[in-house]
């Protein structure tokens, strides 16, 4: 699983670095609770299942141009990849798995 985090409306919670849109993501749901201050306060997290993250929030990210923000703390940017840098990683750490 990975979380994210939402307004009760629906809309991705996100933020910016230069010019680019960020999508946040966490491993787990205590870490996204934890970012969900100053504009995101009064938002949802979200449990996105990681099959369906690859198969269709990702397309979306991509489509719209959005970067990943893996794991921010606070106020602080996490680590920023772009979706194929982040399909290629978590495919990857995936595999160790099976």
């Known amino acids: 699983m990975l979380y994210s985090i939402e307004s009760l409306e629906g809309d991705w919670a996100s933020s910016f670095v230069n010019e680019y849109n960020l999508y946040p993501v966490w491993p787990a749901k205590e870490y996204?609770?934890?970012?969900m201050i100053d504009e995101w306060t009064g938002f949802r997290v979200?449990?996105?299942n990681i099959n369906e993250f690859l198969k269709s929030t990702?397309?979306?990210i991509e489509k719209e141009g959005y970067l990943i923000?893996?794991?921010p703390v606070g106020n602080k940017?996490?680590?920023?990849?772009?979706?194929?840098e982040?399909?290629?990683d978590i495919t990857a750490e995936l595999?160790?798995?099976e």
Request: glycine share 8%; with cysteine.
């Open 32 to 35: 996204a609770l934890n970012c």
């Open 46 to 48: 979200i449990e996105i």
């Open 58 to 60: 990702l397309k979306r």
């Open 69 to 71: 923000n893996a794991f």
């Open 77 to 84: 940017t996490g680590f920023v990849v772009d979706p194929y």
């Open 86 to 88: 982040f399909i290629r």
């Open 95 to 97: 595999d160790g798995y």
